[in-house]
């Protein structure tokens, strides 16, 4: 049972312009919302972040936006650049300070910026 | 910090065979998750720890997967044993219970053959 979802297996865009990436969930008790981003023969890496009491969180070329009522987040990336091609996940959690927190993943999307 | 270390980098087995993933968390951290990555399912939540106590296992596919954490800085991730269907990256990652961001190691590439 996928509470994550990202219904885009990939996705092009020329270098310059904006790169959006799209993630659901079904699960009403997530209230911290991640992006990861994944290069080839390497883990996930943190990219950026957004708790629920909030609906954008920006750092520099990178944006997420939330919408809780929806159940929806995006990650938007402006200008994408070459160097923004891999796989992006999504991830939620509903932990808690006390068992630390479990992230749910999406099955990511791969993003491809072509000069 | 170097990190979360996993080992091996990749593993080649045989139907049948006990496999061992090991990893190191970052020091401090104390949760720590073992993920599984296949194309049909993505990133899979197996099994994480917190403060060295298993929390929650229920991604765990089968009686033949175990995970162990006997301390803070060490953990397994057993098959036994193994089939061609677990075949996949293993990755393993830690956090600080004061943050939801995990870091990740470098993944075990597992082939059963």
């Known amino acids: 049972d996928q509470q994550v979802k990202q219904n885009s297996p990939s996705l092009s865009v020329q270098e310059g312009r904006i790169s959006i990436l799209n993630c659901d969930y079904t699960n009403s008790m997530f209230d911290y919302f991640l992006w990861y981003k994944k290069y080839p023969a390497e883990g996930p890496t943190f990219l950026i972040s957004i708790s629920s009491i909030k609906d954008k969180n920006e750092d520099g070329r990178f944006t997420v936006f939330l919408n809780k009522s929806a159940k929806h987040l995006s990650l938007h990336i402006v200008p994408s650049q070459p160097g923004d091609s891999a796989v992006y996940f999504c991830a939620a959690s509903a932990g808690s300070s006390n068992s630390g927190y479990a992230l749910n993943f999406g099955k990511g999307t791969s993003l491809l910026v072509t000069p | 910090d170097a990190g979360v270390i996993q080992s091996p980098r990749h593993e080649v087995t045989e139907m049948g065979q006990e496999v061992t993933l090991r990893c190191k968390p970052i020091s401090g951290h104390n949760s720590l998750f073992w993920y599984r990555q296949t194309m049909m399912r993505g990133l899979e939540l197996l099994i994480y720890?917190?403060?060295?106590?298993?929390?929650?296992d229920s991604g765990m596919p089968e009686d033949r997967f175990s995970a162990k954490m006997p301390n803070a800085s060490f953990s397994t991730l057993k098959i036994q044993p193994s089939e061609p269907r677990d075949s996949a990256v293993y990755f393993c990652a830690s956090s600080l219970n004061t943050g939801a961001e995990a870091f990740f190691g470098q993944g075990t590439r597992l082939t059963v053959v």
């Open positions: 720890f917190n403060n060295n106590v298993p929390i929650d």
